[in-house]
């Protein structure tokens, strides 16, 4: 109480830690892993380099890639027990909280868990990265009722997941485009749910409750939870001359338009740049796309002075729904990419680790006397 701390609601601008993972200049709508622009990263590499890469903090060689994409490949199947345990899941489970539950039930299945140095971490983490996958498109064919697919070894990450989750071979081009959807959401500074695994991690609790918080922290709507409801948004607009009155009713209610504004970035998101020209090559500036592009010339106009712009979560669902995936696996989708990012900013802080421990600013009263229940 009588101490003075600097205060800033929802730790806007507040730094919580070092990284040399990503960077984002929010004013010019830039962002980097590594230090390299997120467009390099999208033309010229596949998720599984950047995860590699996030996990060393720098380029993977060629035989450490080699070996990587062998035990991402050989780490994808899931402990039986999980799998029945999947299939018991009700079918009417937000395909999220079946993705926390089971990351947090794999710890029980994993010798590493147990051990506090970092290598069983970044075993751990390999394996997570991995199974991430698996998981949401197991559950969601339980969920249906259909044969589980279980994973491809000869398949790259993306088009594993494709394959896993459809039971058919997605074209290059829809492997290709899944795979720059997963570079895009790789990682992405100290946004809510990296911090939530790293203040779990921070207490030197395991990589599995860490992880777990992570899911728990994505599936909000104010995070990545957006990107399945601009798609509902989408569907109850219908077209795009009905843009104009359901965004101005919404912005005078003072609603919040998913998909748009981001804390840092006050300029276009430059994920959302790369996932609208995907999305308008898919959907072959279907109405649906017409409409999102009304939305956002509406959403700039009224709103784009304040620095409220696309963000990541805006196109992604235009583009998954294209691909043929369900809206409530958009965010899975986002997880399975963000997983590696997660980790590797764990695995980057507990190199020299404080546990976080914040303070909250007092409000109330003190030295109150203790009222007796019966006399209150
Ligand atoms: N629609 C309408 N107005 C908005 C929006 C929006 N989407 N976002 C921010 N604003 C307004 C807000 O009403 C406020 O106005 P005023 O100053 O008049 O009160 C001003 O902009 C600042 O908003 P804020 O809530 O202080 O900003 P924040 O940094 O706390 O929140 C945000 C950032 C992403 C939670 C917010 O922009 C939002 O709710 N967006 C919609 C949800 C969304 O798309 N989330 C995905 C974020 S990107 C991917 C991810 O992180 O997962």
Excluded: C
Excluded at 49 to 71: G, Q, S, T, W, Y
Excluded at 250 to 274: Q, S, T
Excluded at 356 to 365: H, S
Aim: no cysteine; net charge neutral; charged share 30%.
């Amino acid at each position: 109480m009588t101490e003075k701390y600097p205060f800033s609601k929802g730790l806007a601008g507040v730094p919580a830690a070092e990284t040399v993972l990503s960077f984002i200049n929010g004013q010019e709508g830039k962002l980097y892993y590594l230090g390299i622009p997120i467009e390099e990263w999208a033309e010229h590499s596949t998720f599984e380099e950047v995860a590699l890469a996030l996990l060393l903090r720098r380029l993977p060689k060629k035989d450490e890639m080699k070996m990587f994409n062998a035990a991402l490949r050989s780490a994808r199947e899931l402990p039986p027990e999980v799998i029945d345990f999947i299939l018991d899941l009700p079918p009417d489970t937000h395909p999220m909280a079946a993705l926390r539950t089971v990351v947090s039930l794999l710890e029980a299945y994993d010798y590493d868990a147990k051990l506090e140095d970092l290598e069983a971490k970044f075993r751990i983490s390999v394996r997570l990265i991995a199974k991430f996958p698996t998981i949401v498109a197991y559950f969601d064919r339980a969920r249906k009722g259909l044969e589980l697919i279980p994973p491809d070894p000869t398949l790259g990450h993306a088009a594993n997941f494709l394959y896993m989750l459809k039971g058919e071979r997605p074209s290059d081009y829809e492997a290709r485009v899944m795979d720059i959807a997963l570079i895009l959401h790789a990682d992405h500074g100290m946004n809510a749910s990296t911090f939530t695994a790293m203040v779990i991690a921070s207490t030197l609790s395991d990589m599995y409750s860490a992880i777990t918080g992570g899911v728990a922290a994505l599936k909000g709507p104010l995070h990545g939870g957006a990107n399945e409801r601009v798609l509902k948004m989408l569907k109850e607009i219908g077209s795009p001359e009905n843009a104009e009155k359901y965004i101005l009713d919404k912005l005078a209610k003072k609603e919040r338009i998913m998909g748009f504004g981001h804390r840092v970035y006050k300029a276009y998101d430059p994920r959302a740049r790369i996932l609208k020209k995907f999305a308008e090559e898919l959907t072959k500036r279907s109405e649906f796309y017409q409409t999102a592009v009304k939305v956002e010339e509406i959403m700039i106009r009224e709103k784009g002075a304040k620095g409220i712009f696309p963000n990541v979560d805006f196109y992604s669902g235009l583009v998954y729904n294209a691909l043929g995936i369900d809206t409530d696996l958009f965010t899975p989708i986002f997880a399975i990419a963000r997983v590696a990012g997660w980790t590797a900013h764990v695995l980057e802080y507990l190199e020299d680790n404080r546990i976080f421990r914040p303070r909250a600013i007092y409000k109330g009263e003190i030295d109150k006397k203790y009222i007796p229940i019966d006399e209150r």
